[in-house]
């Protein structure tokens, strides 16, 4: 364009050229550096942002044969249906409470391990306990799935026998809708606590020693010189792993609600299903391409949102903490 | 030091000291028992196992369910192939390519870092979501039941390439590259000669986190690998015996036939003592990269 137009000023046609040949110096010496990045770019470019603009599918009444861009556009329609429904609130209800309620306990939960094996002196005793700590995390979630069936089937369960064994009377776990938001949430704890408490706990590890010992020297008690010197410096990391579970708020575990409720049960949907789920199921087993297109818009859309909101509020509140 | 412990030794101390060693002994407990228990089940006679439950130790100890696994034309010996290939292979390519472009983002004469750099985050913040990536590989891409549909998308995460670039930063100075290439030597050279072999750590960490995933890997694989595949990956594999296993004994138990000759229940716990034995026995090997790995890389990018 500019070298047809004529009436371009010479100042700014040599700024031009400048401002090019210092882009072409500086791509040159970055050359080498960017083919060491071609295939992560290639993988990117496939796997995360090719797949994006199919969010089409989500105003479409989808059929595989038309494919993305030949199904008939039908506007927002699906969006309607799914929210008159009332099935997205209840999704979305569900994923966040669940996510509220992972956040708090584990965090909780994590700090008092990470605090105490800080307490306890015992070398032998905190390195055995950490390798079992962290052995959940280390199995995948299908197993996670058979050992709750193990722990809470009917017929032969271990929680019925131990509540047999004390003269109770036996429970029907999997047609119980009102116990299993206590069960997954145990359960993610059991396959997490290990793993979250050793990042803490290396955030202890780097603690100020002279401060330690100065409080203690000064006579402060053990408790004193937790809730002051301890927990605060747990601060930081506690924020930046907040922060960042904030953001997937609207992300369910897909993995730990399939495994452990399984696909078709139900009875239990109205309490366990999540976001993910909901769309896995809506996808692969109804074939309902549209509809589980249409959820899954609502929530990269609100989750995008959800985590610029909270990094912008955190960036005017206290900027070390901000994410990007 | 030693002095201040003896004599600072209050009594809301040894309280909580002592509530730590219950309490953390509790949990540790409660981690471990389900696989002891999933262990001795897997010895135990099915019908023991039906009728009286589960124990730590074996009432009736026997092999059997095991025999059933891998008499015959065994599928868990083609699982294990499919699983170790997937692994190995995506460890391997996969690693390379995380230390490679964790190496260059961490460069600061690479003036386009934080643009590549927002290029990766990007995808962690925003996603199209499972239904344009399952049509992407499924009727772009042509992978159904192409065991390429599991090796490719777990290859690289934007997580481990931060985590990468937060290593060598803060463990390989700057100088050793500016050093090579002053010699001459490019930066994929510098990277392939001096850093690869100098991250030692990091890449055993990430390594373990790369294998891990594939070793635990079944969504993918549920999701595009059917029945028509001979040879599933051992998760996959331990998904539908589970799933099979509850199908198989719904359609027997309106028939007459005795349930419980057939050693399901065993079978499963098995298969899972099989799936999960070979991560358990490198556990202890590889545990301390885990945690110096989870306790170095941090969170921040």
Known sequence: MESRDGAVPIGKKKEKKRSFRKWKTSMKKDMPFLIMCIPTIIFFLIFAYLPMPGIYVAFTNFNYNGGIFGSPFVGLDNLKFITLSGKLGGLIRNTVLYNLAFLVTSHVIQITIAILLNEVRNKKFRKLSQSFLILP?????????????????????????????????????????????????????????????????AALMGMDREMLEAAQVDGASTIQRIRYITLPSLKPTMIILILLSIGGILRGNFDLFYNMVGSSNVILHNSTDVLETYIFRAMTNNFQFSTAAAVSFVQSIFGFILVLTTNTIVKKVEPDYALF | MKKNKKIKEDLSGRMIRIAGYLFISFLALSCLLPFLIMVASSFETEK???????????????????????????????????????????TGIGLFITAMTGYVLQRPDFQRRNKVSLFLFF????????????????????????????????????????????????????????????????????FIRLIFPMSKPALATIGLFIALGYWNEWYNSMLFLDSSVEFRPLQLLLYNLINRAEYLKNSLAGKNI????????????????????????????????????????????
């Not at chain 2, 913040?125 to 998308?153: C, D, E, I, Q, W």
């Open chain 2, 123 to 190: 995808t962690t913040l925003f996603s199209g979501g499972l239904v344009p990536f399952y049509l992407l590989m499924t009727r772009y891409l042509h992978l159904k039941n192409n065991y390429l549909a599991v090796l490719l998308p777990a290859l690289i995460s934007a997580w481990n390439i931060i985590m990468m670039k937060n290593f060598i930063r803060t463990s390989i100075p700057h100088s050793v590259s500016e050093a090579a290439e002053i010699d001459g030597a490019s930066p994929f050279v510098t």
């Open chain 1, 137 to 201: 995390n280390f199995i995948s979630y299908v197993l996670v799935g058979l050992f709750g069936f193990a722990i809470f089937n009917s017929t032969n369960g271990i929680l019925n026998a131990v509540l047999e064994r004390f003269g109770n009377e036996g429970v029907q776990v999997y047609s119980n809708p009102g116990v299993w938001p206590f069960i997954l949430v145990f359960v993610n704890l059991w396959k997490g606590a290990g793993y979250g408490s050793i990042v803490y706990f």
């Open chain 2, 258 to 301: 005795q349930v419980q000759d057939l050693p399901l229940e065993t079978v499963k716990m098995a298969t899972a003592v099989l799936a999960t034995g070979p991560i358990v026995m490198a556990y202890p090997l590889v545990q301390k990269y885990f945690i110096s790995g989870i306790t170095v890389g941090s969170v921040k990018g």
């Open chain 2, 48 to 90: 023991v196992l039906v009728l009286e439950g589960y124990h730590l130790i074996p009432q009736k100890f026997t092999t059997y369910a095991y025999e059933v696994i891998l008499q015959g034309n065994s599928e868990i010996v083609g699982s294990y192939v499919v699983t170790i290939l997937l692994t190995v292979t995506g």
